[in-house]
């Protein structure tokens, strides 16, 4: 990778674009030479991605909190407890779909000069699931190499121009930052395929699985913890967790999430059952 030094005297684009400058223009007067949007393979230990403690968090905070019970106020309010109850049902949502139909679109990376990582935006619900529940050691993904950081990964992918990007259905917003004009690229609405936005699948989704979270009872050959216990019933189950080591915390979240959103599943470390009706 080349080392680009960022001080605090570097001087950084505006915080607005021109007003008359078209989105394809940008690459031609605003970025640099080697900078580019790159779509293909990243390596995950290129990426900077949830720890598993995150992604506990998202599911005990949820529990802990009997958040099953609370009324969600919608998109807009920002008190915690909503956005709460919305972290944890977009999970479940996202596990699904993954699971279901996997990922149909692609989501995007840029480089961070500040904290020198490669973050994801936007695909900050997506990259969970694709660390904890995808088994290959990458993502397929546009990347955005920030000031023409170079990696030798870029090699294994190929630049897109963005009047190409659109013809395949994406656009993207473009952000003065670090240094430059980021692209966080996500699937267009403007498209004639037509893909849940976290919007829309929150309005037909979200009190599902906050419902279904709520009434949902599991069995399993592992004690499971206390403020779980409400939820555990070895005669009337919904669906049946084995592990096959000791238990822990973050294969127990992973199997809740599988169950609640009525899959399937085995790995060396655990098993998720349905139960038949």
């Given at each position: ?13 505006g ?8 989105k394809?223009?940008?690459a ?24 598993e ?33 919305k ?11 993954y ?7 692609l ?5 961070n ?8 935006h936007?695909?900050g619900?997506?990259?969970f ?12 993904m546009?990347?955005?190499?920030t ?22 259905g ?9 240094g ?6 996500f699937?267009?609405?403007?498209n ?11 309005q ?5 699985y ?24 070895r005669?009337?189950y919904d ?7 000791e ?11 599988l169950?609640?959103?009525e ?10 059952t349905?139960?038949s009706?």
């Amino acid at each position: 990778m080349s080392q680009i030094n960022i001080t605090p005297t570097i001087e950084y684009i505006g915080d607005t674009l021109p007003v008359k400058i078209s989105k394809g223009q940008i690459a031609h007067n605003l970025w640099r030479d080697t900078e580019h949007i790159y779509m293909g393979p990243v390596p995950k230990n290129k990426l900077s991605l949830p720890s598993e403690q995150q992604f506990i968090k998202v599911f005990e905070t949820f529990y802990k909190k009997k958040l099953y019970n609370n009324v969600y106020k919608g998109p807009n309010c920002t008190e915690l407890s909503n956005i709460e109850i919305k972290d944890f049902a977009k999970l479940c949502w996202l596990v699904n779909e993954y699971f279901t139909n996997g990922f149909t679109s692609l989501y995007s990376a840029h480089y961070n000069p500040r904290t020198g990582q490669n973050v994801i935006h936007p695909g900050g619900g997506r990259k969970f699931v694709d660390t904890f529940y995808n088994p290959q050691d990458h993502i397929e993904m546009f990347y955005f190499n920030t000031l023409g950081v170079q990696y030798d990964f870029l090699d294994k992918m190929r630049i897109v121009e963005y009047p190409v990007l659109e013809k395949m259905g994406y656009e993207a917003t473009f952000v003065a930052d670090h240094g430059s004009i980021i692209p966080h690229v996500f699937w267009s609405s403007n498209n004639r395929v037509k893909l849940d936005t976290t919007s829309v699948a929150m309005q037909k989704y979200l009190l599902h699985y906050q419902n279904r979270a709520g009434n949902i009872q599991v069995h399993s050959n592992r004690r499971l913890p206390d403020y779980f216990v409400k939820h555990v019933n070895r005669k009337k189950y919904d669906f049946y967790i084995t592990f096959y080591k000791e238990y822990n915390d973050f294969d127990f979240v992973k199997a809740m999430f599988l169950g609640l959103t009525e899959q399937t599943y085995s790995d060396a470390n655990i098993s998720v059952t349905q139960r038949s009706r």
